[in-house]
T-cell receptor, first 111, second 111 residues
Framework: GQNIDQPTEMTATEGAIVQINCTYQTSGFNGLFWYQQHAGEAPTFLSYNVLDGLEEKGRFSSFLSRSKGYSYLLLKELQMKDSASYLCAVNWRNSGYALNFGKGTSLLVTP | DAEITQSPRHKITETGRQVTLACHQTWNHNNMFWYRQDLGHGLRLIHYSYGVQDTNKGEVSDGYSVSRSNTEDLPLTLESAASSQTSVYFC??????????FGPGTRLTVL
């Protein structure tokens, strides 16, 4: 499958801002999703980017650069409940509606 | 409210047994997916379906099968369970190319 890379782990302080990066192969790219997954729970949708630019949704924003094969998820005003895994997932043009997930970034928010 | 459910939530079985995991959604979505999630691998696609009688293989389909006899259900069968199939299994559904909604997951242990 096509490689989707994101950092394995990150740590940040409550109230701070953290940026989680995701890179992918540009060939065949259709759109990119970010999901949040708390330990022992199902992934839940955060954002969807198909065009270049920044999508803002409350404390969470997601950015996409199609030409660079790069996305990031920006979390502002971090709260303890933001400790979770953040999954980057790509929809490729030749895969219908299926998603290809990165391995996820485990974010720990400390007091 | 519409939802997606999975059963059982936990299952322990023995090597060589046939196991079926259930997935039921009330979103009336045509598109349904099965993923497995393992440490170090992230979510990987097993099988998917875009409608009744339609089934397709994903990245890690060996040893698994699905059937789609109605819109609401996509059961996943492990023909002869192996220890390598110990994992957490997630079912998801979507309408079109939008957000995939995930079920709560089934934790399967094969001894």
């Amino acid at each position: 499958g096509q490689n989707i890379d994101q950092p394995t782990e990150m740590t940040a302080t409550e109230g701070a801002i953290v940026q989680i990066n995701c890179t992918y192969q540009t060939s065949g790219f259709n759109g990119l999703f970010w999901y949040q997954q708390h330990a022992g729970e199902a992934p839940t949708f955060l954002s969807y980017n198909v065009l270049d630019g920044l999508e803002e949704k409350g404390r969470f924003s997601s950015f996409l650069s199609r030409s660079k094969g790069y996305s990031y998820l920006l979390l502002k005003e971090l709260q303890m409940k933001d400790s979770a895994s953040y999954l980057c997932a790509v929809n490729w043009r030749n895969s219908g509606y299926a998603l290809n997930f990165g391995k996820g970034t485990s974010l720990l928010v400390t007091p | 409210d519409a939802e997606i459910t999975q059963s059982p939530r936990h299952k322990i079985t023995e090597t060589g047994r046939q196991v079926t995991l259930a997935c039921h959604q009330t979103w009336n979505h045509n598109n349904m997916f099965w993923y497995r999630q393992d440490l170090g691998h992230g979510l990987r696609l097993i099988h998917y379906s875009y409608g009744v009688q339609d089934t397709n293989k994903g990245e890690v389909s060996d040893g698994y099968s699905v059937s789609r006899s109605n819109t609401e259900d996509l059961p996943l069968t492990l023909e002869s369970a192996a220890s390598s199939q110990t994992s957490v299994y997630f079912c998801a559904s979507t309408e079109g190319g939008g957000t995939q909604y995930f079920g709560p997951g089934t934790r399967l242990t094969v001894l």
